[in-house]
């Protein structure tokens, strides 16, 4: 297949492009050509780099008809976070490819009712990035195009920061984690976040590619196999290192005023969805089979965040 990736050297990208291409795809990858991939391959100097400012030439009206004058068979869309950006690539893809891949997140769903949450259940999503990008699944799904989207949880891999414990990315709580020192959490501890390591998105967006026919005009969530609580994630991190979490349970009220504004918000958005998302649909049809689980991917990242002088063990 010919296969264009808007956004292939970012956190997905950076596993999806070296596996589309090591089976033996041909890959265009678009970006602005800033960023670094996280993961040294051959498969980056083998691609072809197309540079485009999808921003810019979307102000111009002429990103989309960019996309597909690059006669890709498959498209991926990695950075769509506005309903006219999907439009503007709905319109020109039309009629000129076989499938249109859309990257989404698990926050087009909002409160849960019954956990596992399935990819039947009412879209409920609050806040601007998970209501425009329930929007948008919306929309392609009756836009008469060949599409599939992916829903991932919180991205993790070597290379960046995962959500931590208390639901944020300050680096700092796995430090107090591996050190024995105490660490406040908010309420009871027992909300909950669902990671997944970049390279299981990467395998998922691979077989819904090769499994067109089980995948067209299908939502997908891509998570690790099991959501974790925040008192059980802090736990399990200080026994890596052989220490016995020191957690103090704080209401929240009084627990965000021990944190930064930026990291109560964050902190907040992760906890008020506290995700629990099912995967069995994605087993079932494409033969998703994640490699790591929830804790798997953090402590792979969190070597390399020490490893990096980012996260100290004494
Ligand atoms: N991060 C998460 O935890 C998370 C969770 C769930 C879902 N998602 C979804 O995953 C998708 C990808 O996220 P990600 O975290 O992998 O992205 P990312 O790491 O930020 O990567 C973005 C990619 O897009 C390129 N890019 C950025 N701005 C661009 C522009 N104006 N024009 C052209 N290319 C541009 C970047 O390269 P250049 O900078 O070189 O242009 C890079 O290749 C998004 O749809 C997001 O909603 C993310």
Not at 265 to 282: G, M, R, Y
């Amino acid at each position: 297949m010919r296969v264009a990736i808007i956004g292939g050297t970012g956190h997905i990208g950076s596993f999806l492009t070296p596996r589309l291409w090591s089976a033996n795809h041909t890959i265009i990858c678009v970006s602005r050509g800033l960023k670094e991939p996280y993961q040294q391959h051959p498969a980056w100097k083998a691609i072809k780099r197309v540079e485009i400012d999808r921003t810019a030439a979307e102000a111009a009206g002429n990103f989309g008809e960019s996309i597909a004058k690059l006669n890709a068979e498959v498209v991926i869309d990695l950075t769509c976070y506005r309903l006219e950006s999907a439009k503007q690539l709905v319109e020109a893809l039309r009629g000129r490819v076989k499938h249109l891949l859309h990257c989404g997140t698990i926050w087009v769903h909002g409160p849960s009712v019954e956990v596992p949450t399935t990819e039947a259940a009412p879209r409920t999503a609050f806040g601007d990035y998970g209501t425009r990008k329930a929007a948008i699944e919306a929309y392609l799904l009756s836009a008469t195009i060949p599409v599939t989207i992916l829903h991932p949880g919180h991205l993790v891999g070597p290379g960046w920061a995962p959500v931590n414990p208390a639901g944020n990315f300050n680096p700092e709580i796995f430090s107090l984690l591996l050190q024995g020192r105490q660490v406040n959490l908010p309420n009871i501890g027992m909300e909950t976040v669902h990671h997944v390591h970049a390279d299981d998105v990467a395998q998922c967006f691979v077989r819904a590619v090769e499994q067109r026919s089980s995948a067209l005009g299908e939502s997908f969530h891509v998570v690790s196999p099991a959501a974790l609580t925040l008192r059980g994630y802090a736990e399990r991190v200080s026994a890596w290192y052989g220490k016995v979490a020191q957690l103090q349970l704080l209401p929240w009220e009084e627990w965000r005023q021990q944190v930064t504004e930026r990291e109560a918000a964050v902190t907040w958005d992760h906890i008020a969805h506290s995700p629990n998302c099912s995967i069995a649909k994605a087993r079932t049809l494409l033969g998703y089979d994640p490699r790591y689980s929830s804790l798997e991917a953090v402590r792979e990242s969190l070597e390399w965040l020490i490893e990096h002088g980012m996260v100290h063990t004494s």
